[in-house]
């Protein structure tokens, strides 16, 4: 199955090779949850100019069966400054691990401690 992934670019120029990168990695996550039902990312160019020196900001978003999972992502906080491919990894790779974690969640892998001296 593909999950429905739709990119959107705000202040910038819609790059082809960014959006068959995030429809990628999407699909990927398929691989951790097969009950994802869409994919939707948001590509930003931080800043009012479109000039050298402003990080990219994104937003990826997936819904699954009962829960949505929402992950930022921005080139600022890391030095690799202006590289929207590697901020696209990295968000990726956060939103791979909070579904990772909410499967294992789901299955009652993981236990949620109790209020303590109970």
């Given at each position: 199955?593909?999950?429905?992934?739709?990119?959107?670019?705000?202040?910038?120029?819609?790059?082809?090779?960014?959006?068959?990168?995030?429809?990628?990695?999407?699909?990927?996550?398929?691989?951790?949850?097969?009950?994802?039902?869409?994919?939707?990312?948001?590509?930003?160019?931080?800043?009012?100019?479109?000039?050298?020196?402003?990080?990219?900001?994104?937003?990826?978003?997936?819904?699954?069966?009962?829960?949505?999972?929402?992950?930022?992502?921005?080139?600022k906080?890391?030095?690799?400054?202006?590289?929207?491919?590697?901020?696209?990894?990295d968000?990726?790779?956060?939103?791979?691990?909070?579904?990772?974690?909410?499967?294992?969640?789901?299955?009652?892998?993981?236990k949620?401690?109790?209020p303590?001296g109970?």
């Amino acid at each position: 199955m593909t999950i429905p992934t739709q990119v959107t670019f705000r202040d910038m120029e819609p790059s082809e090779p960014l959006r068959s990168l995030i429809v990628e990695r999407a699909q990927r996550l398929e691989k951790f949850a097969t009950d994802i039902l869409s994919c939707h990312v948001t590509v930003e160019h931080e800043g009012s100019h479109r000039h050298q020196g402003h990080p990219f900001k994104i937003h990826a978003r997936i819904s699954m069966r009962g829960k949505q999972i929402d992950v930022y992502g921005s080139s600022k906080t890391k030095s690799r400054t202006e590289d929207a491919y590697a901020t696209v990894g990295d968000t990726f790779d956060a939103l791979r691990r909070r579904v990772e974690d909410y499967v294992r969640e789901r299955r009652g892998d993981i236990k949620h401690s109790g209020p303590s001296g109970a």
